[in-house]
């Protein structure tokens, strides 16, 4: 089992734009890259922050004014925040706070073995670094510069360097990097 932060950035590193958006990403079209159903095969268990969770809410499940999509996830999905969310149709979600360790424990269980997707957003998956249990990065890169917004990681992780993996061309816009966390 690994718990994985696998997530799309512009070329100078940013989640979203300073507003917030993800405008700059979804003019490429699909944004699950061309190996996405064997990702989601390998997953058990999935972490987002409240921001990202809002994101999707608002901008695809429960759009005003449409009807409420399902949950796209069969995963069970924790979501730390401080707020109350509304869950959408068919969703597992468990909305916890606090100290990732012990939630990470919980997903951990429910995960049996498979792996744990950090799904976002930055901050959260500091906490996770922080807290030693992060051990792989992919990130894909677009080939936009936003100039600022939400950073992929706003930690400073020098010694040691994350190891690569892997370099991959996914389409003729994006380039997938694949970084092992190596521990102290």
């Known amino acids: 089992m690994k718990t994985v932060y696998y997530t799309a950035v512009s070329l100078d590193g940013f989640l979203a734009d300073a507003n917030g958006s993800l405008d700059w990403l979804f003019q490429f079209g699909d ?16 972490a987002m922050g409240a921001t990202t969770y809002q994101w ?29 969310f509304p869950v959408p149709p068919g969703g597992d979600i468990r909305f916890v706070q606090g100290d ?13 073995g498979r792996d744990i997707w950090l799904v976002g957003g930055g901050e959260l998956v500091g ?23 939400a950073p992929l990681l706003p930690r ?5 360097p994350l190891r690569l993996r892997g370099v991959r061309q996914l389409t ?13």
């Open 100 to 112: 990732v360790r012990p939630v990470h424990a919980e997903m951990a269980a429910a995960a049996a």
């Open 56 to 84: 999707v809410l608002d901008n695809d499940l429960m759009r005003p004014g449409a009807e409420p999509k399902p949950w796209p996830y069969r995963q069970p999905t924790w979501v730390f925040t401080h707020r109350t």
């Open 156 to 160: 400073a992780i020098t010694r040691p």
């Open 127 to 149: 906490q996770f670094w922080d807290a030693g249990l992060l051990d792989e990065l992919i990130i894909t890169i677009a080939p936009v510069t936003l100039g600022a917004g």
């Open 172 to 184: 003729d816009a994006f380039v997938e990097l694949t970084y092992d966390v190596q521990r102290p």
């Open 31 to 46: 944004p699950d890259p061309p190996e996405w159903a064997a990702f989601e095969a390998r997953l058990g268990a999935i």
